[in-house]
Nanobody
Framework: QVQLVESGGGLVQAGGSLRLSCAAS????????MGWFRQAPGKEREFVAG????????YYADSVKGRFTISRDNAKNTVYLQMNSLKPEDTAVYYC?????????????WGQGTQVTVSS
């Protein structure tokens, strides 16, 4: 099992920045692909950013490309999402997720979420 706890959400004005953190515990964090997702009120959960542990490659939703950056610190068992140039449409609950690519193509582990609110 992997336990994930997000932090760093809050209220910020449009154009501002936030950094979300996701602390992982349990199994070998460094061998997990990590992802960030978000869900806005009345909308389905959507992918935001991902990091593949084998290649180190990162990938992003088009809506956040160039503004958000995913990174990880395996020594701290933590993945981050740096969010810059925030827009009101980025308002959502942000979730951290993990998957073991040797076992599943799905993200099987999820945090409880952290609220990000961007005011105009």
């Amino acid at each position: 099992q992997v336990q994930l706890v997000e932090s760093g959400g809050g209220l910020v004005q449009a154009g501002g920045s936030l950094r979300l953190s996701c602390a992982a515990s349990g199994r070998t964090f460094s061998r997990f692909d990590m992802g960030w997702f978000r869900q806005a009120p009345g909308k389905e959960r959507e992918f935001v950013a991902g990091h593949r542990w084998r290649s180190g490659n990162t990938y992003y939703a088009d809506s956040v490309k160039g503004r958000f950056t995913i990174s990880r610190d395996n020594a701290k068992n933590t993945v981050y999402l740096q969010m810059n140039s925030l827009k009101p449409e980025d308002t959502a609950v942000y979730y951290c997720a993990a998957r073991s690519p040797d076992v599943s193509i799905n993200y099987d582990y999820w945090g409880q979420g952290t609220q990000v609110t961007v005011s105009s």
